[in-house]
Structures are given as C-alpha cells and as structure tokens.
C-alpha cells in the first residue's frame, strides 16, 4: 500500500489506480495516516528544493572586460631614441612593405587582440543559446514541479469532498473569481505554501497595491466578504498568483464545479497568460517561459508544456471554452483555465 499511496502523492499512477487509491483514502482512516506520514517525510526535500541559477545578467560584460586592452599608440610606434638603441645593422631595417610603421611586435599585439575578439565571439555564440535554453528548461521544469504539488492539494481536497467536486468557483459575489482556488485549498490546510502560487519564470508584482494585498500570505474565504471594495479586488487579483484555474462548467444550465474523475484531456490549471487573448491568438509578450508556451496540470496528476503555436490546434483549448469566450466550460467535459481575477462570466458581480 505504501507504494499506491506514495505514486498517489506524486500523481504517477495510472488515471483508474488513482480513483482506486483515492476511494481507499475515504473509506479507510489508517489510509489516509499513512498517507499524511509519507507527506511530511517527503516536505523536507520540497522546502529544501532551489531551482538552479541560471547565468549573471552581466556575463557578456565581465567576458568582454577581462579581454587585454586595445594596443595604443604608444605600443605600435617605436620612438626615435629606441630605434637607435635597437637596429645595429641594415638587416634589422624595417622591410618596405611595412609602410604603416607598425613595428612586427605591433602588428603582433594588433592580431592576438583581434583573434582574442574572435575566439570570444565565436565562443559566447556557442556558448549563451545553450545557457539561455538550460534557464528556460530549469524554470519550465520548476514551474511543473509546483503544479505537480497543486495537483496533489486537489486530490486531496477531492477525497475531503463528498461529492468529489474541485474547489468551486462562486456564479456571483466576492468568491467569482478563478483565484479562489488557491484559497480555498489554504483554508483546507493543504496548501501550505502559498508562494507556489508564483511561477518562477516571472517576477512577484511589485507595486504597492499588491504589497498591501500580501502577495506572500492568503486570507481566508470568509475575509473575501469583510474587506474593503479596494482591497477586495487586490486580493482577487493576486490570490492566484501567476496561475490559471478552472472556471467551472455549466451543467443543466448551473455553474457548478468539475466533477473529478482523473481524465487526462480535462485542464485543470496552468501558467496564467497575463495578457489578452485577440482573435484567438494570445499576447506572447506577457507570458512566461520566454513566450514559449505554458504549463498545463490535467486532472490526471500530468502536465505538459504546450507551445503557443499549438494551442489552436488541440481539441480542448485550455484557456477558452468550446465557444471562444473566456468563461467558465459550456458543458461538463469544457475545460476553460483563465487567470485569478477573472469571473465566470463576463458581466458578473464580484463583491
């Protein structure tokens, strides 16, 4: 059972093995102490994790201020009283040729710079697409690892629910918003560090109105109704993070939470698109990962990075519903992400 339970965790079990496990988990108490152990065994290494540096902003400056410097004049031209001292005979007469007045010792100086430029050139060529492309795979990777984590607090929060239901996005109100996920998983107590919330290809928000809104910290649902109309739409902003969520679906024309049950087509989350989605095509200047593309958690436990230029394409369009809108599913199998702010539905209510 160890085994079950630690692939469970992980989300590396197969869709039916994971509805297995997690039916084991509510109908058995010792199931889920087991499975609390291996958690807090496995919390450590989390806490521990650091994505790896990727390379100084100022490399290509340091690299260019290490070359030796450029010869001067001083270094190219012999003065009158060192060619005296120097040439004894007519063989060390300056040859015809070299009209320049370049000595052979400058001439010399003059071609070790230039291959020096050359060799570094050449080398930083070779060397900055692969370090550039080692950074965005580390953070990509970091950015799967999190979602990876948010997908074990929404089976766990499945296995809590009755009705096996991800956390519900409100039809109205102060809890309308796609945010809320991460929310409700805090007042859960199964997400225990909210800074996951931010993907590590983009910087935190920095100005003062989300400073005020603590974008380290989540409050509980219940203060989303008690705060100020201001610091309501702050906290609706940020309580997301740089991550999209599930809007829900409309089934016999009510919003209602997806249902879980680990389809592998079924998005559930991913990076947020910060920018608007025009005719269709997403602005790639507002999205991480260098405006590749983004991560994708389905509702099996795996995720995948899809390219911008591929999301036309797929069956289920991740960020919109089967109608192009950016709203909530229009049927129970229509996953629809869309950022934390965001409403169900266009024209709703969010305090």
């Known amino acids: 059972m160890h085994e079950d339970l630690l692939g469970y965790l992980l989300g590396a079990l197969e869709p039916h093995e994971m509805r297995r496990v997690a039916k084991l988990l509510r109908d058995d108490p010792a199931a889920r102490d087991e499975l609390a152990r291996i958690e807090a065994s496995l919390r450590p290494l989390e806490e521990d994790y650091q994505p790896p540096a990727g390379p100084s902003e100022d490399l290509v400056a340091r690299t260019l201020a290490s070359l030796p410097p450029l010869p001067t004049a001083d270094d190219s031209v012999l003065s009158s009283s060192e060619e005296d001292q120097t040439i004894e005979s007519p063989a060390q007469l300056v040859p015809m040729g070299n009209v320049s007045g370049l000595s052979p010792r400058s001439t010399s100086s003059w071609m070790d710079w230039v291959s020096g430029c050359v060799a570094v050139a050449i080398l930083l060529g070779l060397l900055l697409p692969a370090i550039a492309q080692g950074r965005f795979e580390s953070r990509k990777i970091a950015c799967q690892d999190q979602l990876r984590e948010f997908g074990i607090a929404l089976s766990s929060f499945v296995t809590l629910n009755p009705k ?3 956390p519900a996005v409100s039809p109205q109100g102060p809890e309308a918003f796609a945010g809320i996920y991460a929310v409700r998983l805090h007042d859960a107590g199964l997400l225990d560090n ?21 974008v380290h910290e989540l409050v509980p649902v219940a203060d989303l109704h008690s705060t100020s109309v201001d610091r309501l739409k702050e906290l609706q902003r940020v309580a997301g993070g740089h991550y999209a969520y599930n809007l829900g679906v409309v089934d016999h024309d009510r919003l209602t939470a997806p249902r879980f049950e680990s389809r592998a087509t079924f998005a559930v989350m991913s990076d ?3 920018g608007a989605i025009v005719n269709g095509n997403i602005d790639s200047t507002q999205i991480g990962h260098s405006g590749r593309g983004i991560n994708v958690l389905y509702e099996d436990g795996h995720t995948r990075f899809v390219s911008l230029q591929s999301l036309n394409s797929m069956t289920d369009h991740p960020l919109l519903n089967n109608r192009g809108q950016r709203e909530a599913g229009v049927n129970i199998d229509d996953a629809s992400l869309a950022p934390s702010w965001r409403p169900p539905f ?3 209510r969010q305090r």
Request: overall charge negative.
């Open 164 to 166: 096996e239901h991800l």
């Open 194 to 214: 909210p800074s996951l919330r931010w993907c590590p290809s983009m910087d935190l928000p920095q100005d003062e109105a989300a400073r005020l809104a603590s």
């Open 272 to 274: 947020a698109p910060m």
């Open 346 to 348: 266009v024209n709703v």
